[in-house]
């Protein structure tokens, strides 16, 4: 496998998990189904990279994609985690703070006034 093979590897490995991180955005039931087929194909990409490269010196090129790879890989398990929080409903209603972190969300008190 030549090296150009090996950066089409990780570049479609990236693309798959971009898609997953689009797709955790909005968790719901079949994005989350959906992003698990995403997920899959991302994987059986780095690991093919992953046995190109044992042994190898990595390319010049192939490093910051492969940072960047992780990187996104490190959002997506993030997303991965806040989304599992909000199907399970942990610690009542979540939302997401200026800072994109899941925060819960305190609940709205409303007062109500009875007029006789």
């Known amino acids: ?3 150009a093979d090996r950066l089409d590897l990780a570049v479609e ?4 998990v971009a898609r997953v991180i689009t797709l955790l955005q909005s968790p719901t039931a079949a994005a989350l189904d959906q992003s698990s087929v995403e997920l899959t194909a991302a994987i059986a990409r780095m690991e093919q990279l992953q046995g190109e490269l044992a042994g190898k010196r ?3 090129g192939a490093k910051p994609l492969i940072a960047a790879l992780r990187k996104d890989l490190q959002r997506a398990g993030l997303l991965l985690r806040h989304a599992w929080e909000l199907r ?3 610690g009542g209603p979540l939302g997401y703070s200026r800072t994109g972190e ?3 969300q305190q609940a709205h008190r409303v007062r109500l006034a009875i007029e006789a």
């Open 1 to 3: 496998m030549t090296s």
């Open 13 to 16: 490995a990236r693309a798959h």
């Open 58 to 60: 990595i390319a010049c």
């Open 88 to 90: 399970i409903g942990r």
């Open 102 to 104: 899941l925060v819960p």
